[in-house]
């Protein structure tokens, strides 16, 4: 049997085994992962028409400006993850949007956005220049202006992007590459999993009361240190960044847990005894191996609730993630640490995860998700689902998530997820336990070397959401 034929027999067996089993999508050649299926269809038709991962990312994020507009992006902010796999780039995204013609339609009506529309043409046509500066950025302040705001077009002039150096860590023979500072993601995700490295995952049955408390004590720790050290790396020159993610430190951490009991969230000392809300994610692969991890937020779902009707998007209310009160620390979970506290320029805090794991230089998952605080634990978990639990990428996303973030001291769980003899178990050692709907919103790609083809899944609580490969 011709070779060729024989692999896309496979592929359709595959496909046709699991379809009425998973929300799993195959793909040969690329991947796109998003909220909204629309906006992953925009960006797999970049990629065969022959854009890279970065061409579609743009074209996908450009799109969910429209279809999800509850999380922005334009009006908002964001982390990209990239791995290159070192072809060359191409100058592709303009002309595509110069040719697109396709109109939105929402079931029953035909919705138009107009001045969203010449914003994003303004953007195509002058780069950041048409953001920052001319037009938009004149409304912007006026608008500013009319609303009590203080921002001007020389703070929109001022603002640029920056590239960092991503936090790299390993786990079990992969490579993890996740944000930096001022994203807090990175360095707690690898804490995490140095921590998890150190356990006997073996012994230790998914879902179990054992498994919950591990979890719960290593989130503890990371979320502890977090709230503890980091910041803005250009107002806080001295993080401990090495530290935090070295194998050595989780170790330690590791060692003081008590398998059978709880510890306590001390807001006073911090990680000290352990010494001894709306966001959106997608992920894009293409078939080079270039990656794309990206997410962004308003913050709150529609972010301040405030826009210009010339602009077409709408402004996010994301300084609530700067530390309110300084030096004040309580249980209730208000952080009051130096690293994070509001300054003139000063980029707040964030937890957006996107992440890449690696194998041999080339990307092996894709991962991120929504969710404020709680986007650490749940990318962190699917990425131990994945790789600790051999779980295919659609089960790593809808399996059970938990999330604890130091403080308040308190377990968080997804309802009807967690079985009532786990629950008195945890509680009888010691730990508060709070149910909610549910936790993330992850879309993810993996990719399987022995088939060559992609996987990719979105989580089912995003209404729209939708993985498209080809």
Known sequence: MNYNVAKISLLLTICFCFSQLTAQVYGEHGMVVTSNKLASQIGIDILQKGGNAIDASIATAFALAVTHPAAGNIGGGGFLQWLSSESSPKSFIQNYFNNSKSALTRPGELLKQPALAKTLKLIRDKGQDGFYKGAVAEEIEQFMKQNGGILTKKDLEKYEAIERKPIKGSYKGYDIYSMPPPSSGGVALVEMLNMMECANLKEVEFNSTGYVHLLTEVMRRAFADRAEHLGDPDFNSNMPIEKLTSKEFAKNRFNQ????????????????????????????????????????????SYGSKMGSNKLGFIFNNEM????????????????????????????????????????????????????????????FQTILNVLSYDMQIDQAIEAMKIHHQWLPDVIYYEKHLMSPDTRKSLQLMGHKLQEVDLLGSLMGITYDPALKIYMGAADSSSPDGGAVGY
């Not at 709306?278 to 080079?288: A, G, M, Q, R």
């Not at 000063?346 to 990307?363: C, E, H, N, Y």
């Open 320 to 379: 609530g993630d700067f530390n309110p009160v300084p030096g004040v620390t309580n249980s209730r979970g208000q952080i009051g640490s130096a690293a994070n506290i509001i300054a003139p320029e000063k980029r707040m805090l964030s937890s957006m995860t996107p992440t890449i794991v690696a194998k041999d230089g080339k990307p092996f998952l894709i991962i991120g998700s929504p969710g404020g605080r709680t986007i650490i634990n749940t990318v």
């Open 257 to 300: 847990i008590d398998q059978n009991s709880a510890s306590r969230s001390d807001s006073s000392t911090f990680g000290q005894p352990y010494d001894g809300n709306n966001t959106t994610h997608f992920s894009v692969v293409d078939k080079d191996g270039n990656a794309v991890s990206l997410t962004y937020t308003l913050e709150d």
